[in-house]
Every structure is written in C-alpha cells, then in structure tokens.
C-alpha cells in the first residue's frame, strides 16, 4: 500500500508542479557530505555563479578551499577521527548552510549541518548514531516551577524497557544541564545525549536510568517557539521582554526533583540522584550540588562556569576567594560529609574555564576533599561535553 | 546566577575566538523576517557579492526579487492574512535559507524557513503558536510492531493535564497520519498538532484528547537519522537499502492501537477513537477504517489519495472501480453498519487528488452513506492539512 501510495504521489506530483507549490523539496542531486571508506569526506555544493567557495568546520583548523568543475565545488578533507563533526559553506563571503545534508543542529540562533565519521562499532562516532539497539523514549513535558513562578519545558529520556507493560522497576536518575545560550533541546541534539544512552546501556557500559534535562535559563520557560514569549531570535544576553527570573536555577532545583519523583518511576535518595552539566549548566551542578548535600550522590562539572563570591571582582583568584569564602566552605564541607559517591571535573587543556577549575582542584586537595578529574584536548566545545557524558555516565549507579 | 554566567562566557567567549572554535553562532544582526504591524512581511539577507536576490515562498505566486542597499537585500509583502507560511532566498539563482531566522521545518530531505503571521487572538495564525496557555507533552517513543517485524518510533501528545499526579482521567484518542514522504515528526512540525491541541482544547473548542502519530512507511523504523538505517537522505522513492515491507500500514495498525491502549489511560471503544491523515496517510485512514468496522468512530480524509483495486490500471475512473469491486463495498458497507459518528473529507479545489476524492463522494452518495464534507481554496498543501485539523479536531469526541 505504502509503495503504491509513494508511487501515485511522485508521479503526480512530478507532473503538476506539485514541488513548487509545496516546498516540498526533492533534494538535491549531488551527495554531501560523502563519507569515503578511507574516512576522508567529501563536501560538494553547486553554485554555478560562485566566485569563491570554502567549506569550515571543526574537523580542521583552517579554511578548505573548495575547487569547481561544471558548477560544483568540491573539497576533500584528510582522514578523520570518528566523532560528530559541525561545518557551513562560505560562498562568496557569506555563511550558508549545505542544501545536499538534511542533518542539522541549531546551537543558540544558528543552525549548523553535521555528520558522524565512525569507523568500527563501539569507536566514538559509533556512539553518537542510532544503532540497532533498544532504543529509550524522549519526551518533552511540562512542569510547574513554582520558585520561579513559571510552568517551564524540559526533556526526559527514559530507558528502553521502561514502558514495557510488566515492568516495575525504578530507576535511577541522572540530571543533565546545558550551557548559557541552551536550552532543553540541547543535550538531545548537539548532546547525542539518548543516542549515548542507548548505545551504552545496551553494551552493558552504563546502567538503565532515566535522563532528565530542564531548561537553565530561569527567565525563560522553554526553547524558542516553543512558549508564550513568541517566535524571538535566541541569545546569549537577556531578552528584555523576558521578566527578570524570581530566583536561581539551583534555588529551584527541587522543583525539579519532585516532578520527576512524582511522576516517573525512580529510586530516591542520593545513591540513586545524579547530576552534571556543561559550562552554565556545570555552574549550576556545582551550586545546587553544595546548597543540597545528600541530594546528589553523584556531582560531574563538564568545563564548568565556577564562581565564588562576587564574580565582577577580578582582583583576586577564585581560589583566593574560595579561601576567603566561609559560606561556600561551609557547603563544601557539609556536602563532601554526606558522602557523595563521585565528584568529577573535566576539562579541555585550552578551555577558557581551566583557570577557575584548577583553582578549584587546588581547594579540593587543600582540603583532602576527593575527586576525579579528566583533562581532554581541545576547548570549550561540544566535542568535549559529549566525551564528558560518555566517560562519567559509565560510573554511575554501580 | 543565570545572568552571571551568561555575562561570563558571552564576555570571554568573544574575546577568545571561541565562536569560531565552535560554530555557536552569534546570530545576525540583521531582522529576517520583520512581521510589520500591518501585516507586511520584510524580508532581508546580506548578501554584498550577490548579483540577484529573491524570495520564493507561499505567501504569493511569483518571486519576490529584493533590492540592494549597502549589501543588504529587502523585498517587503503585501498585506498577509493570519497563518504559517514557508520561504527561502534563491542568490544567484541558488536556494538558501534565511541566516538571520532561526525557524525552520524539515518537509521530506528540505529545509526551509517559516514565519507565523497572527492578526489577534482565536485568528488561524494564532492556533499554531505557542500562547499562554496549558501546554500538552509530546513525547517521541518506540512500539514493537510485530505484524511488521519491526520496532518503530512514533511520537505521542497527551493533553495538559494528563500526567497530574492525582489525574486518574482517561482519554480518547486520534491518531493523525502523515502523507508519502513525511514520518512521525511531520505533525508536530509543519503541521503544528500540538500547538492547534493545545491553543483549541483552552479555548474549550475541542475535548482534551491523545494524540498519536506513528510513521506511515512501513519498511522504515523512524525519521532520518533516528534508527539504525543510517543517516540516509530521505526521499520519496522507496530506499533500496530498507528492506521491503512485510505487511501494508493498515495490517499493522492495531499493534499501534494495542500499544496505545495498553500504555496510556485511554477510554476504548469507537466512540473514543478518531483516525485521520494527510495524502498518503488520508489513504491508510480510508483502509484502515474500513478494513476494520467499529474501530473508529470518526474518520477524517484530509487531501486523501485514493485507491480501489488496481491503481495502475487507469483504464476506469476510481468510481467505475468502486462500482465493480465487491470487497471494496462489503468493507464500506459493513464500517458504515458500524454507525460511525463522522465520515469527514477534506480537500483543495485544485489539489490533484480531488478526482478521486469526488469519484469516492459520488460513490457514497449513491449508496446513502453519510459524510461531511469542506472543499478549501488551494492544492495539496501543509495550510489546508492545518486547517483541516482544526476544524476536525473540534468535532470529536463531544
């Protein structure tokens, strides 16, 4: 039925003009992104008229400058990494998208194209696509936040098997944050967050446990268009017509945490609660972690926005202030005694955060307070964030 | 402490080159679209090198062609009426999308950029944004299909209030289908399912219902990159990679039902089932409904394609076929015994696929059956599918 269907559509509409109507899009002929077998990729655009044509990414420090024959350019890079890899074209001068690749990830008010490069099963890429796994679900709800005085939007992924008829069980439930200019779409899309989850959950690597990713910006309900504020333009700075938020993302952190415990079926207490999040969203961790102890068994800062006392300060190091600070040493030492189970900090060796991080290394080990730490390469990027949620959603809950 | 951050990482990040280690995307500086206050629509793009600029979209038949002025394109509408509407740019005679507008929808391999316009509230534009009202949850998750063999995604919303703690309310149910090409995203997206669910069910115009949304092709699992075939470009053509379909969607329709019913708090019988679709999936509603009499109590063909006997055989009109073929009327029969409450057609005066849609009107006019019917201005287009839900919807379930 489906095929016949298919069939009478793409004639008819072939024949009627249908595609112009409709916007329907056949797509373009040529293929780009083309991943060869030696994991170099190919990127094609066609533009006749172009008088220059490059292709930037993240797979590669400089531009690359793309060749043309019979109008379509084309650039060959050398062998890649498996990883999930961001570009845009640059014709003429201006940034445009690859009308050839429908996969795309918006960060803040930009959209980016993408591709995946993986090598072999279980290599990093492979960890990134939709295998032929059990896969979890993804819901986007609704919850009432009433510290912020705002019904707010988050994601929740809960694990394959969860909805099956017969089962019963709880779960545990890790917390996962975004960074200043996300939001609750973040980690599910530039995050791969439920492609890590399944895939690891069904190696046996990570336990079944359910994934719950709010919105961080306390003056906002939810993604762009997907609330009562219109259809703004996202960015870093405040919107003005947003109302100034009634409290702080850790202030109403338990709203949160009773929404999802009273609805889904988890285990409380903090061997089963755990929380990280990426820059913004690893200031949030570390904020609500200390004003909370015994809530979180397990704490994860991912290139973490760590501030003490009074940030416009800048006459002092955050470790001077930490060592001035009694009230966050007095939440520091109330959480390390309730015993948290792993306190992690990753971060990228060129990542513009590394001061404040090892500031806050050196603390903890002024102390004896334990923890782990990964230093990646690289900076401030999604790469990094990825490999973080891999490596310390292994260590949970075991 | 949300401002803080942001203050943070926007101040170092702009200092520190990190947007371009990033692909984070400030965003343009330029408005694209401006939604005027009389309902004009100014569109811009910088675009210095560029020897022409226009904009193509739905909003009018012919291109809009743009005027330069310091590098910046603009072409400003005539007055538009309250609705979604679709565009792009087309520089030097290449599609591009629109930089400075972070909206987007996918329909099959293409994405392009849209803009709501909404004169007041209760106008159509107005029922496909996100307004200040109780929001639904829409959840994306996987159902085994074992009539097709496969494990399948779809995507669910239940109605604000649904997941209160002390809600023990159960629903009815519609299960909304998408056309050739599209898959379980098509609805939420061009097709604003939960915007319109959301916006009519506050006003009262339509009972809170569940809405389900399966994917319509039976031999894929979920949208492009979503399962295990890969990153693959969507087309309308049957992809030779997936393997060919084991049973047609109206075969497998009850192994979504049976998912449903069993997961959700969902009121039985067709008194509290509805069942429509688009082209293809108005297609797998009239097959559905009638392959199984008393499952639905309402059906709805939006723009449906049509089908009795064998469709390749164009030597007979569909109502000559409809006229000849004994189990097509024994199945139209004995559903019409069922005692449905709605038999709905919709479809555009000029869509293609209004032949048959007349043949089949003919067909039940000279058998006494009943049925409503709306005939919009327009073709085989998403604002008559929007518009179709919208008053479909609010017939259900009262």
Request: aromatic content about 12%; charged content about 20%.
């Amino acid at each position: 039925m489906k095929r016949i269907f298919t069939t009478i559509v793409l004639l008819t509409a072939v024949t009627s003009g249908l595609s112009a109507q409709q916007a329907l899009g056949w797509g373009e002929s040529i293929v780009s992104p083309e991943i060869n077998p030696d994991r170099t990729v190919t990127f094609r655009l066609r533009a006749p008229k172009a008088v220059t044509v490059a292709v930037v990414g993240d797979f590669q420090d400089g531009p690359g400058i793309m060749k043309e024959e019979a109008g379509v350019w084309s650039y060959t890079t050398e062998k890649l990494e498996p990883e999930l890899y961001l570009y845009s074209f640059i014709v003429n001068g201006s940034r445009q998208l690859d009308p050839a690749n429908v996969y795309m990830s918006r960060d803040v008010a930009t959209w980016t194209n993408y591709f995946i490069v993986s090598g072999e099963e279980g290599d990093r890429g492979s960890l990134y696509l939709d295998n032929k796994v059990p896969h979890g679900d993804v819901a986007r709800v609704w919850y009432d936040s009433p510290t912020l005085g705002l019904s707010r939007k988050m994601t929740i992924y809960t694990p394959a098997g969860y909805s099956a008829v017969s089962n019963k069980a709880r779960y545990p439930v890790l917390y996962l944050l975004h960074g200043a200019g996300g939001d609750e779409e973040a980690w599910v899309t530039l995050g791969r967050a439920a492609e890590i989850l399944d895939n690891l959950i069904a190696a046996g690597k990570a336990e079944p446990m359910i994934v719950v990713m709010p919105n961080g910006n306390t003056n906002t309900s939810a993604a762009p268009g997907a609330w009562s504020a219109g259809m703004y333009q996202p960015s870093f700075g405040r919107d003005p017509r947003f109302p100034e938020a009634k409290a702080t993302m850790d202030e109403s952190f338990p709203d949160i945490v009773r929404y999802v415990e009273s609805r889904y079926r988890v285990r409380k207490g903090a061997e089963s609660r755990a929380i990280c999040g990426l820059s913004m969203g690893g200031g949030h961790t570390f904020m609500t972690s200390k004003r909370y102890p015994g809530m979180f068994g397990y704490i994860g800062l991912f290139s973490a926005a760590i501030t003490v006392g009074n940030w416009q300060d800048r006459s002092k190091s955050t470790l001077e202030k930490m060592n001035e600070d009694t009230e966050f040493q007095q939440q520091m030492a109330a959480m390390f005694a309730a015993g948290p189970r792993l306190y992690w900090i990753g971060i990228g060796e060129t990542d513009f955060l590394k001061p404040q991080n090892d500031d806050l290394r050196s603390w903890l080990d002024s102390k004896g307070f334990p923890y782990e730490y990964l230093e990646s390469s690289g900076g401030h990027v999604w790469r990094n964030w990825r490999i973080y949620l891999t490596v310390f959603s292994r260590k949970l809950f075991k």
